[in-house]
């Protein structure tokens, strides 16, 4: 059993940058592909990006390409978002969510993910 703890949200403005983290607890971390989804109001959650558990194999919706980086740190047991250039629609809760071995056909799924942290809101303000 793997729990995620996201933290770092908050409220930013336009352009700015924001990192958010997540901590996993319990399973073998560097076993597990791991992705980040977000949750706007009114809409429904989709994919930000995903790093697979073997190479560090990256992976991102195409409009965070460019803007946002995923990362991991195996020895903390952390996982990362670096997100700059925030927009005002980029707002939303963003979760994190872990995988045993993702195959990359489902990285980019919900599907592929069986863990789940709280969220951690992000607001940006124009």
């Known amino acids: 059993q793997v729990q995620l703890v996201e933290s770092g949200g908050g409220l930013v403005q336009a352009g700015d940058s924001l990192r958010l983290s997540c901590a996993a607890s319990g399973g073998t971390f560097s076993k597990y592909s791991l992705g980040w989804f977000r949750q706007a109001p009114g809409k429904e959650r989709e994919f930000v990006a995903a790093?697979?558990?073997?190479?560090?194999?990256?992976h991102y919706a195409d409009s965070m390409k460019g803007r946002f980086t995923i990362s991991r740190d195996n020895a903390k047991n952390t996982v990362y978002l670096r997100m700059n250039s925030l927009k005002p629609e980029d707002a939303a809760v963003y979760y994190c969510a872990a995988g045993y071995k993702v195959a990359a056909s489902l990285q980019d799924t919900e599907l592929g993910y069986n863990y789940w942290g709280q969220g951690t809101q992000v607001t940006v303000s124009s």
């Open positions: 790093i697979s558990w073997s190479e560090d194999r990256t």
